[in-house]
């Protein structure tokens, strides 16, 4: 299935065998935890190891080779690959895409392994960050808004961040920002759309935690988390479900998010009349990637009602967002072609 988001993690430059050390090992290690074939993440192929492959293999019917190549790792890694596949339907709106990427990620049991906050879930989450020092409540939330906006063909509301206050504050700039007292509980189904974020503070302008709301009702909302504990800190060790009550939150109403189509966005850009596009064209486009940067993708176009398009523009070094009305445009990226629905089109 093809990927909308790449993620370093899932890059395997092996193949490794036994007697084999480093980053690659220490990588296919961290894997065979997290499927259930738990092993010391020392960075050392060693016989126990090797066992651990075996057995792996063995479970899901795979030869057992004993040798980790790209399409042993492309198993091991299997549970990213999903996560970060094409969704297939786009829900509605940037707050259902929110809360369907996350579940997407809950599903899987992302998971810190070979120590605290460590692992290859928490990396992407942290831009590649890992260690006690990096609680990654915040980055998780970030990471899953950036999918969400890439699968809609979206800028993101606001910056990737790993802080709590960070998030509080860019959301405060947007006008997204919302204390509790402000949320009418009685209607806290329409107040606080699936997809809204919640931030929990400490005291009065120090955020410490934060996750994705999916259900409200009056007394306590619906949350997928990047990680917590029973005590409810952001200190834990897995993206899970939990059940809040309002005390202490403030939340960004991603639902009052009002995104610039691209040509808002880039009134810079060079245009061209559309009547000088013939049937389908490739372009290539750079698309933001979960790392804060941008990344180069093919992105095949055909235009329909071509007749009606005369005198219409499209940009000349289009993005996936790149969409002028009157003309309807079928993209096809990474092989999984949608209508661009109308917040993406500009007169």
Request: with cysteine; proline share 6%.
């Amino acid at each position: 299935m093809p990927l909308p988001l790449r993620s370093k993690e899932l890059a395997f430059s092996g193949p490794v065998v036994r007697g084999a050390w480093g980053k690659d090992v220490r990588r296919v290690q961290e894997w065979l935890c997290l499927n259930g074939h738990a092993v010391a993440v020392v960075g050392a192929f060693e016989s126990a190891t090797e066992a651990a492959l075996r057995a792996f293999c063995t479970a899901r019917g795979l030869p057992a080779s004993g040798v980790v190549d790209g399409a042993m790792f492309e198993a091991l890694s299997a549970p990213m690959r999903h996560t970060l596949a094409d969704l297939g339907d786009l829900p509605d709106g940037i707050g259902g895409m929110v809360v369907a990427v996350a579940k997407r990620h809950e599903e899987e049991n992302p998971r810190e392994v070979g120590g605290q906050n460590r692992g290859p879930w928490v990396r992407p989450y942290m831009d590649g960050h890992e260690g006690s020092d990096w609680p990654r409540c915040a980055g998780f939330v970030s990471f899953v808004i950036h999918q969400a906006c890439v699968a809609l063909g979206r800028h993101m509301p606001f910056p990737k961040t790993y802080s709590c206050d960070t998030l509080a504050a860019n959301a405060q700039k947007r006008n997204l920002f919302t204390a509790e007292r402000y949320i009418d509980r009685s209607d806290a189904a329409s107040s606080l759309a699936p997809g809204t974020i919640f931030l929990s503070w400490r005291v009065s302008g120090d955020w410490t935690h934060t996750g994705i709301v999916t259900a409200a009702g009056e007394e306590t909302f619906a949350t997928i988390e990047g990680n917590t504990n029973d005590e409810g800190s952001r200190e834990g060790h897995e993206v899970c479900t939990r059940t809040r009550g309002y005390g202490n939150r403030d939340f960004v109403l991603l639902s009052r998010w009002r995104p610039l189509s691209y040509a808002q966005a880039r009134p810079d850009m060079e245009w061209r009349n559309v009547a000088a596009l013939e049937g389908a064209f490739e372009v290539t486009s750079r698309l933001p990637n979960e790392f804060g940067g941008t990344s180069t993708v093919p992105v095949s176009r055909r235009l329909e009602g071509f007749s009606t398009a005369v005198g219409s523009r499209v940009p000349s070094a289009a993005c996936a967002t790149d969409v002028v009305d009157p003309v309807a445009v079928r993209v096809t990226c990474y092989g999984c072609p949608r209508w661009l629905p109308a917040p993406y089109t500009s007169a």
